[in-house]
């Protein structure tokens, strides 16, 4: 019986006023979402050795519901996502509102698997590569994304491999010109906050005073374990 008038329900939807529908639609329409983006790969034979190929900028987060209902669930829908991402030789494939959405950089596996090595690397198989990749996210040529200038929120994960630059991060995150809030992702532990914090501060300061034009977003910072070591403030000195 519940599952006859729940049908019936929806057999009677389209009768219902379209300026009522179109508001049922926009309820359907999620939240704020964090989206991990992430460069994938796929391994090819060539010459008898595997090596990659890069098939696009893509995600593990499903694409909203309201964009897979119908045709005019899809329609109000695409006034609020567009699809993102794309580069020299592929296609925009991420569904992103920039009005509201987090795009995320990790090196993790979206799934929470760890990154694949090279010994299970095989033919045909496509994964995510799991470095730092800021800067090829702004690089240009053949690999560099799409719309680094509409980002207005980010989440970076930090791993060894940035934490050697005079400059840290600070070069790349200045180019994300609508950026307004930055959350950094550190996997170290608590006990570094004090040290590490220190030191993303006068990093900053540097990149700050090298480009006043530079308006620095809200930058927090959360470690992997979910725990917040603060805020980083803008120390400009002459």
């Known amino acids: 019986m519940e599952s ?13 006023p379209t300026e009522l529908r179109l508001k049922i639609w926009q309820c359907v329409i999620p939240g704020p979402r964090d989206v991990t983006i992430q460069y994938r790969t796929k391994y090819e034979e ?3 050795k595997n090596v990659y190929t890069f098939v696009g900028w893509t995600s593990h987060d499903p694409v909203p519901l309201v964009l897979h209902i119908c045709h005019e669930s899809r329609a109000e829908g695409l006034k609020s996502y567009q699809p993102s991402f794309g580069s020299y030789f ?18 993790r596996m979206a799934n929470g698997d760890a990154p694949p090595s090279a010994a299970n690397v095989r033919e045909g198989v496509e994964h995510c590569y799991p470095r730092y990749m800021l800067d090829v996210f702004l690089g240009g040529g053949f690999h560099g994304a799409q719309d680094p200038e509409k980002i207005q929120f980010m989440s970076v994960d930090i791993d060894d491999t940035v934490y050697g630059l005079r400059k840290f991060i600070w070069d790349e995150i200045r180019r994300f010109s609508a950026l307004r809030a930055l959350t950094i992702v550190p996997w170290e532990d608590d006990i570094l906050s004090d040290e590490l914090m220190l030191g993303y501060e006068q ?5 700050a005073r090298e480009h006043p034009e530079w308006s620095v977003p809200k930058i927090t910072v959360v470690t992997a374990q979910g725990i917040v070591w603060g805020t980083l403030k803008v120390q400009v000195r002459g």
């Open 4 to 16: 006859h008038i729940q049908l019936q329900s929806f057999t009677l939807f389209p009768t219902l």
């Open 46 to 48: 060539f010459n008898g």
């Open 90 to 107: 592929h296609q925009p494939k991420i569904y992103f509102d920039f009005s509201k959405d987090t795009l995320s950089f990790t090196p």
């Open 203 to 207: 990093s900053l300061a540097i990149v």
